[in-house]
């Protein structure tokens, strides 16, 4: 009888998938003893499995040995088997089931014949795989220069629960949720439908269906499509956040609401350059920079002046920010601003700007100051990389543009409007009082000055009963009368019911123009 050692048997045990070993029934020649043995699972897949058996004892006889197996219990040669047929040099033999299903379960014996008959080791089970599942991709629909449509059907699980579905899109031909973008829509089996966006206009891309599984990720067919060109004469971004509520009062503005936030817009000439101008009165402000009037995208946020999709929101403090983004390398400057007006006209000369102030009921710098027959400009922050002046000679206003030239010498009242992107406008008015009330009638202005504590144009004058309304510029293009709590464009006549010495104040700031009167 041969004899192999404790020793060799646990060598022979480390390089088995699936062993099989033992014996119930004792034979004088032949015996396979369990009680040596410990069944291993490995290298089961989907569909096959490794499988040893072990020969303790052998005798006469033995014609035949292998592995049979079945999904029911106690598995015999009349079954399912695998015969070992290469040459023993060991007392164990090592076979590989193959073709087996999918999530299945198998119960496997080893199996020596002799001439006494069929002998069986201890049955053991395992349980293959699951398989990728099966995904076919949708046609792609809704084609935009920014976006398109596409989707599929799982139409099976591979047995195993499908735990993510959608498309992946890329410029490559062969695209993967590890190397390109992807959309993930739903789980389990079935049609699903997936919104590709932040495409870039006339450009070929490719798309496919996956599916995942524990066994892994699926896709369906390749399909390619081209976004069309689009034409831009004018780019608008939105500018989205917490600050908008509270910096534009009264407006109807919304936080976090692209479609009622403050925006800022290219020219025509250069799509890809945006700027404007944008109030954010909290002490720290959240935003982010919107390409559409809603959050359908691309959106960006980001910080230290490089903007991305998945960008955290922008911080900034309190200011009135010059936003500028270059929407081609998708980075951005914004920087907080101090307006006012400066020229040979104005008390500091070219030294210095004379200071607006900002009103954010209006969306304009405000202010008033005397100015001589000379020009003058509008600067920010001491910095002449702010600047305005007019080369059209009208009240538009260009970057750098020309001195604006000063006719009469007097104290005027300043408007610089900066709301809306690259159509920035200003007014320059002196102020009278006109009118059968004041000292030269329906002819002649009482002309006004401007008061910096009361932040007002204002005139003390004798007045006789009558009426009387405020002009600007010696000149009927600008009137305003009314009542002290709104004066309005060719409003009615100021009635002056007493004779007497009054003092008037011109508030032009807020949302419309009053006026208080005080008889002294």
Not at 9 to 24: E, K, N
Not at 50 to 59: C, H, K, N, R, S
Not at 262 to 291: C, H, R
Request: with cysteine; glycine share 10%; proline share 4%.
């Amino acid at each position: 009888m041969k004899r192999i050692s404790a020793y060799k048997i646990m060598g022979l045990m480390v390089v088995l998938a699936f062993m099989v070993v033992a014996c119930t029934k004792e034979n004088p020649n032949v015996k396979l003893d369990a009680e040596l043995t410990t069944a291993q699972v490995k290298n089961v897949t989907s569909e096959s499995a490794t499988v040893m058996g072990f020969v303790i004892a052998e005798g006469d006889g033995i014609t035949e040995r292998g592995v049979c197996y079945s999904t029911q219990t106690n598995p015999t040669v009349e079954d399912n088997k695998v015969v070992y047929n290469d040459d023993l040099d060991e007392a164990a033999f090592t076979v590989t089931i193959t073709g087996l299903n999918y999530v299945t379960t198998y119960y496997v014996r080893a199996y020596v014949i002799t001439a006494g008959g069929v002998l069986y080791g201890e049955e053991f089970n395992f349980t293959t795989l699951p398989i990728l599942p099966t995904v076919t991709t949708a046609a792609v629909s809704d084609i935009t220069g920014t976006s398109a449509k596409s989707g599929g059907e799982v139409l099976t699980n591979g047995g195993a629960e499908i735990t993510a579905r959608g498309v992946c899109y890329s410029l490559d031909n062969m695209p993967t949720i590890d190397s390109s973008l992807f959309t993930t829509d739903g789980t389990g089996l079935g049609i699903f439908v997936s919104e590709m966006t932040g495409l870039m206009d006339d450009t070929t891309y490719y798309v496919r269906a996956y599916a995942t599984n524990s066994a892994g990720t699926a896709y369906g067919e390749v399909l390619s499509f081209v976004t069309p060109e689009i034409v831009i004469l004018t780019r608008t971004w939105y500018v989205p956040g917490d600050y908008v509520a509270a910096s534009y009062p009264e407006s109807g503005m919304n936080d976090w609401d692209p479609a009622t936030s403050p925006f800022i817009q290219s020219l025509e000439t250069s799509s890809d350059n945006l700027e404007g101008y944008v109030y954010m009165a909290n002490a720290s402000n959240q935003w982010k920079l919107a390409t559409q009037p809603n959050w359908d995208g691309p959106n960006y946020g980001g910080g230290d002046g490089v903007l991305d999709p998945a960008g955290d929101n922008i911080t900034s403090p309190a200011g009135y920010y010059k936003i500028n983004v270059d929407a081609a390398t998708l980075t951005y400057t914004a920087v907080a601003t101090e307006w006012g007006v400066i020229g040979s006209a104005t008390p500091l000369g070219w030294d210095d700007e004379t200071g607006l102030t900002y009103d954010p009921y209006t969306k304009t710098w405000r202010g008033g100051l005397h100015l001589t027959a000379e020009e003058f400009k509008f600067r920010a922050n001491h910095d002449w990389a702010y600047n305005y002046g007019s080369s059209a000679g009208d009240e538009t206003l260009n970057d750098g543009g020309d001195n604006i030239p000063v006719a009469t010498e007097a104290d005027y009242y300043m408007i610089l409007d900066l709301s809306n992107p690259n159509a920035y406008t200003y007014s320059a008015n002196y102020w009278g009082l006109i009118g059968s009330a004041t000292p030269g009638g329906w002819d002649a202005d009482q002309d006004m000055t401007w008061d910096a504590v009361n932040q007002s144009m204002t005139i003390t004058v004798d007045l006789v009963v009558g009426e009387m309304k405020f002009r600007a510029n010696d000149d009927w293009a600008i009137n305003l009368g009314g009542t002290p709590e709104a004066l309005e464009q060719d409003g009615p006549n100021i009635q002056i019911t007493e004779d007497g010495n009054y003092t008037i104040h011109l508030y032009l700031a807020g949302q419309v123009p009053t006026f208080s009167i005080e008889k002294n």
